[in-house]
């Protein structure tokens, strides 16, 4: 009996069809389609007579403990790099308000902190999510 590994991914947006990104990760696999509803996508992988379970849940968070703990530990992290950012720029520009980093206040701060980047000689593009 070989065991079949599982991965489950908290989905993020809307994407509902993950085979083509599985298919560039994986080459040469055999990719399987199990579901693609508006909740779950999950996919069978097999290649070298080994098989991998993955599949794609929205709130994957409320019911797997792992995805939670996961999540935790991504916000924590997140927190704590959106300080050390604020603490950095407002060394350098006294007065900025912090921003969380998500999308209304970070472009308020971007707006905010001019052309300092350039100033600072730090790729803006480094400070932008781009997807």
Not at 64 to 86: F, G
Request: hydrophobic share 35%.
């Amino acid at each position: 009996h070989q065991e079949c590994p599982r991965i489950v991914v908290d989905r993020q947006g809307g994407l509902m069809r993950y085979q083509p990104l599985l298919k560039a990760k994986f080459h040469g696999a055999k990719i399987n389609t199990v579901a693609e509803t508006p909740e779950i996508s999950r996919y069978r992988i097999e290649r070298s007579e080994k098989t991998l379970h993955i599949g794609f849940e929205t709130q994957a968070d409320a019911r797997h403990l792992p995805v939670a703990l996961a999540s935790m530990a991504a916000k924590t992290v997140r927190e704590l790099l959106m300080n050390r950012l604020n603490t950095f720029f407002a060394q350098k520009q006294p007065g900025l308000r912090p921003t969380a980093g998500y999308v209304q206040d970070g472009r308020r701060w971007v707006s905010e902190i001019g052309d300092l980047p350039e100033r600072l000689q730090i790729p803006r593009r480094d400070l932008i999510r781009n997807r």
